[in-house]
């Protein structure tokens, strides 16, 4: 299957860059290069695009789309390593770097990854399919109130305990090894009279999803070391699909915009608050009537913008 990911707010990413012709700009998310490829066409032969994705797939699909281009880095790791990145390769600072933390339409449309709910395949969600714990390891291994608090926090499911109890009760007697097996069990635990919103497995997917490439946890620091990596007057561009990741980013940018944390009954600042740039959009952008209708992914994403002083 080709690599496709249809970039969402792609107008309004790089506008938020502000591309200077010469200079260096991170994709942290490369997936298809769907982003990647405009940013490269704003490019001078001087500028550079590094592109890091975790999925090794990914980056064969986009060294593909972007081979015309020579300015090109590709790196395959993690985002959330983007200063131990740039410190190897011996960039200090970039103009502008931007993360889109949705899934890719080829990861969740390639049965084999297991991230679909539709059809039948083995449970993986693995991202980056080199490392790291499976989808599998999760159901089969996790208590049962570990599973159910995931499944809440990740997912917003209502039936997030007795999800997590019939996958507790189901793998006593069988391991749950495929897609197909854990939806049986989320169809079971949910009352057909509820199941009118959707697929009923789209939240605990969601969840598990989130959990198996720990997408939330590290994403507050990211958004922080990556600010750190901007040069004066650089961009940072974030889409976030999850309400979640969106307060991570949200609380990250105010804070380094300096959010003084002092009592408010103290007549002036002592906490040493410090401006390191401003919130370009005081609130997220959002996707056109028109692109929701074309590309039904966008429906939930938020762009944030941040620049350094």
């Keep these: ?43 001078s032969k001087n500028g550079k695009l590094i ?123 069988t391991k749950i090894e495929t897609t197909k097996q854990l939806v049986e069990i989320i169809e079971n635990s949910i009352p057909k009279s509820k199941q009118n919103e959707g697929h009923p497995a789209k939240r605990t997917f969601q969840a598990i999803r989130i959990e198996v490439n720990n997408e939330i946890k590290p994403l507050y620091q990211t958004i922080i070391n990556s600010i750190n990596c901007l040069k004066q007057n650089g961009r940072l561009a974030v889409i976030t699909f999850h309400s979640l990741e969106d307060r991570a980013v949200k609380n990250a940018m105010i804070n380094m915009q300096g959010k003084c944390t002092c009592p408010s009954d103290l007549p002036y600042c002592v906490c040493g608050a410090k401006a390191l740039g401003k919130i370009i959009n005081k609130k997220p952008i959002v996707a056109s009537e028109e692109e929701q209708m074309k590309n039904a992914r966008s429906k939930s994403a938020k762009l944030r913008i941040f620049e350094k002083y």
């Design 51 to 173: 592109g890091i994705d975790k999925d090794k797939e990914a980056l064969k699909a986009a060294s593909e789309r972007l081979k015309n281009y020579n300015n090109v880095i590709y790196i395959h790791d993690n985002h959330d390593n983007i200063q131990n990145i740039l410190q190897e390769l011996s960039i200090p600072e970039v103009d502008g770097i931007l993360l889109d933390l949705g899934v890719s339409s080829y990861q969740l449309d390639e049965k084999s990854r297991g991230f679909s709910y539709i059809g039948d395949s083995k449970l993986d969600m693995r991202m980056d399919t080199s490392n790291g714990i499976t989808a599998q390891d999760v159901v089969n291994t996790y208590v049962e109130e570990k599973l159910a608090n995931i499944i809440w926090e990740y997912g917003e499911e209502k039936f997030s305990k007795q999800i997590a109890k019939n996958i507790c009760k189901y793998r006593e007697n």
């Design 1 to 43: 299957m080709e690599f496709k990911h249809e970039p969402v707010l792609l107008k309004e990413c790089i506008q938020a860059l502000n591309i200077k012709p010469d200079g260096i700009y991170v994709d942290g998310t490369l997936g298809g290069a769907g982003h990647s490829i405009e940013i490269a066409k704003s490019l």
